[in-house]
């Protein structure tokens, strides 16, 4: 159903509480700037879409029972209020941008936001004063995952990331990422001795370790939470550094054979080598 709300802002700025259980798609009248506002926001749509073809913004209480709220030009949300989501639900989420105001100290903020037909989770955590943040989920490489120092971090992935950006005060915070597809993101765990948050510094164009203070995988789905951020932007999931063994290799041969293939080397010295794997 397409519901086209009346161009008066008497209209589309007092859209009361609502709960949504069915597959709608809002605009305005003749108006694609102004902002569609609820108080309290309930979804409730078991495998439906909501669209909103303008921005809307919710001034209480946020819940995501069942389905998906697209937002094409973002949906901002007060942090001070309850935002709720069902992490165990991937297909329930927000697709598009999620602005977060007011961004609480107490506690942690977790959301379920995604891109077109892809989710994950993003949070923040332990924040030090209020302030206000944007999300966005882009499940592909970024532009840059070459730029590293190697005695740091050994990968960064190139299937997602997120860009985390404070929009307006000071507040440093922990980030929560996770991804709904662990199988396939390119890690086989996320312990502290193997895996870390990235975040892409602009002023030096590469990654830096953004930490891992806690982190857990189940079945398919993966999460870690971040050290304490005092800068944002664009962050992602990688792996430490490569622990290389102290082996001199000075000659090394590959030669083809009936089946398969004769390979010798010759090493000048070996430290700690239970053995070699090819």
Known sequence: FNIVLQNDDAVYFNMGNSTITKAFTFSIDNN????????????????????????????????????????SQGLTLDGAK??????????????????????????ATNMIIGNASASALVGIAELTSTSDFDFQYFPSSYSN??????????YISNKEYWAIN???????????????DFATSGFSSFALADAKVARFDTGS?????????????SANVGTMLSGANA????????KTALNVLPVKLIAFKAQATNGGAMVKWTTAEEKDVAKFEI
């Open 205 to 217: 164009s590469s990654w830096v370790d953004a930490g891992n203070t806690s982190n857990n995988v």
């Open 145 to 154: 995952t070459t730029s590293f120092n190697n005695a740091v971090l050994g």
């Open 166 to 180: 404070r929009i307006s005060g000071t507040g440093s915070a922990k980030v929560n990422l996770g991804t709904y």
């Open 32 to 71: 694609t700037t102004d902002e569609i506002m609820f108080g309290d926001l309930t979804l409730n749509a078991l495998a439906k879409e909501v669209t909103f073809s303008n921005k809307v913004k919710v001034n209480e209480n946020f819940t995501v029972t069942e389905g998906k709220l697209t937002a």
């Open 231 to 238: 800068n944002f932007g664009v962050f992602t999931f990688a």
């Open 82 to 107: 309850t935002i709720s989501f069902n992490l165990t639900k991937p297909a329930n989420y927000v697709n598009g941008k999620v602005t977060l105001l007011n961004a609480s100290t107490s506690g």
